[in-house]
């Protein structure tokens, strides 16, 4: 949730001063609310056409040396994100948190910096913190605040090197970076929800895979080739780590803990269709872990290997206006996980958005989706049996888990975007067999501010 800062409520912000990490955060906190407004004053007196709120960023053009700093060949990023939950009903108890993540980013083109024609170095840096109000209070699998998780920590969210060849058809990336987290199964426009099971990507790609997403990163390489306009294919090897989840290796780039490889592969296609061009997107993927991995339902057995396949797609249905970028999309996500290994066999979702949905308000939108993940059958069977051998008779134990979400997209500015929501949880307590949890409503607030 976004806060109005004063001298007093920074005060109480602040947590005891032996809370170093807390300490740290918050001042960096104050600290970037008190250098924008330094640089406010500076970015309208360069250029009086265009107020505070009309900028693409928040702290503007930095008096010039932003501008001076892409001509060089360098181009930063910064971004806070901030994601509020209370359940007032339902879950295992009432309350409310706040997740919270702070982003920084850096491109160098090193064709401007060294000649390198297509050559890009990306650099990300990432902070969490907060806590998980899906963990505390309603007690679900699929967390309501997607920013949520990865160690809680700061970490190098990406260290790699792109080059693009051939006229920018083939795309090839190595380095440190997330698998899933910049091209395999990503659909940004699914972050305009809150839900994990939503943004950005399908939940259980990671969730039953060696995988990692942002602002998790692994060692690995990707290859990219568009096939044609519209047409392209992509696949990679990546190291699976599951000690790059922990909070002590937020800036260990150590392999100590890797378990196999990871080797996506996707096939895509962007669309236009009809003579008003509707956008649209299509992805066909799969995946091989290599690692060696417990049964789902029998520890003692393991296996060598694991898989998953992933339908994605997004397409726009009819526009609100005739060449404007307002419009309704249908989106529609389908996975299947390795049943032996799995907790979580597949997973389906779907919607619609509604992009400017009043042509004085082009840059909101609406949002309306639903996300379902069955357990295991074999797991779900295992649990049943032992709740009955502890004496406990019929406890009707849900199957599955299902989220349903609705919310608007607030443009207040460019820069500063506010997506108040509502998700409803059903069967909140299918993955912890606690059959007695009441379906939740949960209030959310997504604030999201672009420096």
């Known amino acids: ?56 960023t928040m702290t503007g053009d ?17 971004f806070y994100w901030d994601e509020f939950a209370a359940n007032p009903i339902g879950g295992k108890q009432q309350g409310h948190s706040n997740a919270q993540q702070f982003g920084l980013l850096a491109d160098f083109d090193m064709g401007k910096i060294a000649g390198l024609t297509g050559g890009t170095i990306h650099l990300a840096l990432s902070d969490r913190w907060g806590a998980s109000d899906s963990a505390k209070y309603v007690g679900n699998a699929l967390e309501d605040q997607s920013n949520y998780g990865a160690g809680q920590n700061m ?27 910049y091209s395999f199964g990503f659909t940004f426009l699914l972050c305009d929800f ?19 997403a942002y602002p998790t990163a692994q060692w690995g ?27 002590s290796y937020g800036f260990n ?31 066909l993927g799969a995946y091989y ?10 520890l003692d057995i393991t296996h060598n290997g694991r898989y998953g396949v992933y339908f994605l797609a997004d397409q726009m249905i009819f526009h609100l206006a005739p060449g404007t970028s307002r419009g309704l999309i249908a989106f529609l996500q389908a996975t299947r996980s390795d049943y032996r290994t799995s907790p979580l066999p597949y997973s389906i979702n779907g919607g619609v958005i509604v992009q400017g949905p009043f042509a004085s308000r082009p840059s909101d939108y609406v949002t309306l989706g639903a996300v379902y993940e069955p357990l295991n059958r074999r797991l779900f069977n295992v649990q049943t049996e032992k709740l009955e051998s502890e004496g406990v008779i019929d406890p009707d134990l849900q199957q599955g888990e299902t989220d349903i979400e609705v919310g608007y997209g607030l443009s207040l500015t460019p820069w500063l975007m506010l997506n108040p929501n509502l998700q409803y949880m059903i069967h909140p307590g299918a993955f912890s067999y606690a059959p007695d949890r009441k379906n939740a409503l949960v209030v959310g607030l997504q604030t999201k501010i672009v420096f």
Not at 194 to 212: E, M, W
Not at 266 to 280: D, K
Request: charged share 20%; with cysteine.
């Open 1 to 56: 949730m976004s806060k109005v800062f004063s001298n007093r409520s920074a005060t109480r912000a602040c947590p005891r001063q032996d809370d170093f990490t807390a300490l740290r955060r918050c001042f960096a906190g104050i600290g970037i609310v008190v250098l924008s407004l330094f640089l406010v004053p500076q970015v309208n007196g360069q250029d009086s056409s265009t107020s505070w709120f009309d900028q693409s």
């Open 289 to 298: 872990d290599s690692s060696t991995v417990s049964d789902v339902a029998d």
């Open 194 to 212: 809150q839900n994990v099971g939503f943004c950005a990507h399908p939940f259980i790609l990671y969730r039953d895979s060696g995988a990692t």
């Open 155 to 181: 970490r190098l969210a990406q260290l790699s090197y792109e080059q693009l060849l051939d006229e920018g058809k083939l795309d090839i990336q190595f380095g440190f970076m997330a698998d899933f987290g």
């Open 253 to 283: 780039l150590g392999w100590h803990g890797t378990t196999g490889k990871l080797f996506p592969v996707e096939l895509g296609l962007t669309t236009a269709l009809g003579p008003e061009a509707l956008p649209g997107h299509y992805k």
């Open 221 to 247: 390489a990707m290859v990219k080739y568009n096939l044609s306009s519209h047409w392209y294919v992509e696949t990679g090897a990546f190291e699976v780590n599951p000690n790059r989840l922990d909070r």
């Open 62 to 78: 930095w008096n010039g040396a932003r501008t001076a700093l892409k001509d060089a060949g360098i181009t930063v990023h910064g």
